[in-house]
């Protein structure tokens, strides 16, 4: 199972970016999927979370700002608005996968993607 995060980048405080996710390989379903962030000399922290039913939770931090949504099933989105310099970081997906012939779902992540804020 690959995870392929895209769409990180620099943009000014108060712009947006779209992160996404693609999850490919193989994958028999789905369940939640996530978008983590890592600051420098910070620990990795979640974001948002969306599961199979799209339900979703944000942090705090990212309420009315970040909008984290699924589409068929296997890529997940990060569409984040009134960017803050604060949420500069390393940008991860995470996604709980069920493979073929194994019944408990695995944890797979995608390589990071960076997002930089300037003010």
């Known amino acids: 199972v690959q995870l392929q995060a895209s769409g990180g980048g620099l943009v000014q405080a108060g712009g947006s970016l779209r992160l996404s996710c693609a999850a490919s390989?193989?994958?028999?379903?789905?369940?939640?999927m996530a978008w983590y962030r890592q600051a420098p000399g910070k620990q990795r922290e979640l974001v948002a979370v969306?599961?199979?039913?799209?339900?979703a939770n944000y942090a705090d931090s990212v309420k009315g700002r970040f909008t984290v949504s699924r589409e068929n099933a296997n890529t997940v989105y990060l569409q984040m608005n009134s960017l803050k310099p604060e949420d500069t970081a390393v940008y991860y997906c995470?996604?709980?996968?069920?493979?073929?012939?194994?019944?408990?779902?695995?944890?797979?992540w995608g390589q990071g993607t960076q997002v930089t804020v300037s003010s």
């Open positions: 995470f996604a709980k996968v069920i493979t073929p012939g194994v019944a408990l779902p695995g944890n797979y």
């Open positions: 390989g193989s994958i028999f379903s789905i369940d939640a």
């Open positions: 969306i599961t199979s039913s799209s339900s």
